[in-house]
């Protein structure tokens, strides 16, 4: 019996050392609480640096190389040299004018025309008279619009058209019958038509007031023979060659153009959305006849 009672006094020892063990290794739910509020704390308060995105630089190009060609003003004027020449010489008549439309100071439009008379006179009693109109169509380019606004120095291409009538009258002398012969001979509407290239300067003296020397190579296309006389002289193109050159001095006055600036619509749209906080709700009243 004795040694029954030791038995079960030694079992029971036992399973109250296992029991006390076992509640020191098991944590508590207050210690569990505040592990969990640690590691919380902990993972909020990481930062995560990392650096933004690089963004693309784009290549911007310069305002002339991509400038769009806008109607910059008008320029009206004459060719004054053919006109200088007809006033010391009774035998050339000519006038003529030039209008002009800019586009950017880059590219001048060029409509020009006149009329011209010539009369040439020979030794054995002739003289030749050619007069009509002409016209000059084409486009010059600046070589100088991307360093200034107002002055230029070009090149163009034209195409001149002239519609002309040219006669003869004569005299002969010393006939078999001892009499002098004359004659005319006329013919009408005939026409030429012609290349043109310019190289030219024009530049600002006064405001809006432009002058500057040009030359012309002229190479003939087309042109009427006549029946019964050829034509010697064509105006706006000069003497009836396969080619000719000539020279002009322009005088100006730009017209200016103001073309009005449309606004231009800006649209801003946020990269993050805007999230609206509701307001601060007011606390409730306190009634008066409320004691605490």
Do not use: C
């Not at 006179?121 to 991307?146: A, D, E």
């Not at 040219?166 to 038509?193: H, R």
């Not at 190479?219 to 050159?245: M, Q, R």
């Not at 606004?263 to 609206?276: A, F, G, L, N, Q």
Request: hydrophobic letters at 35%; aromatic letters at 10%.
């Amino acid at each position: 019996m004795k040694v029954m009672q030791g038995l079960v006094v030694l079992v029971g020892i036992v399973l109250l050392i296992g029991h006390v063990a076992q509640a020191q290794t098991t944590p508590t739910k207050k210690d569990q609480t505040k592990k969990d509020t640690s590691t919380t704390v902990k993972s909020t308060t990481r930062i995560n640096i990392t650096p933004p995105p690089a963004r693309s630089k784009k290549k911007t190009k310069p305002d002339s190389l991509h400038k769009p060609l806008r109607l910059a003003g008008f320029r009206l004027g004459a060719d004054i040299l053919p006109t200088a020449f007809g006033t010391f010489d009774q035998r050339f008549t000519s006038y003529q004018g030039t209008f002009e439309v800019l586009l950017n100071n880059k590219y001048f439009i060029e409509l020009s025309g006149g009329v011209e008379q010539r009369i040439r006179q020979g030794v054995s009693n002739y003289t030749y008279s050619s007069q009509g109109f002409y016209g000059r169509m084409g486009i010059n380019y600046n070589m100088l619009h991307r360093k200034s606004k107002d002055d230029a120095i070009y090149v163009g291409l034209h195409f001149g058209y002239a519609r002309f009538d040219n006669d003869i009258s004569y005299t002969i002398t010393n006939t078999a019958n001892g009499g002098d012969a004359s004659g005319l001979i006329i013919e009408k509407q005939l026409m030429g038509t012609w290349l043109e290239g310019n190289f030219g300067f024009k530049v600002e003296l006064f405001n809006n007031l432009y002058m500057g020397p040009m030359f012309r190579v002229k190479i003939k296309l087309t042109g009427s023979e006549g029946e019964l006389l050829y034509p010697n002289d064509i105006p706006g193109y000069g003497v009836n060659n396969a080619a000719n050159f000539a020279f002009g001095y322009h005088i100006l006055y730009r017209i200016p153009f103001k073309s009005k600036k449309r606004k231009r619509r800006v649209i801003i749209t946020p990269s993050t959305p805007i999230k609206k906080t509701p307001p601060n709700p007011t606390p409730p009243k306190k009634d008066k006849g409320d004691g605490r």
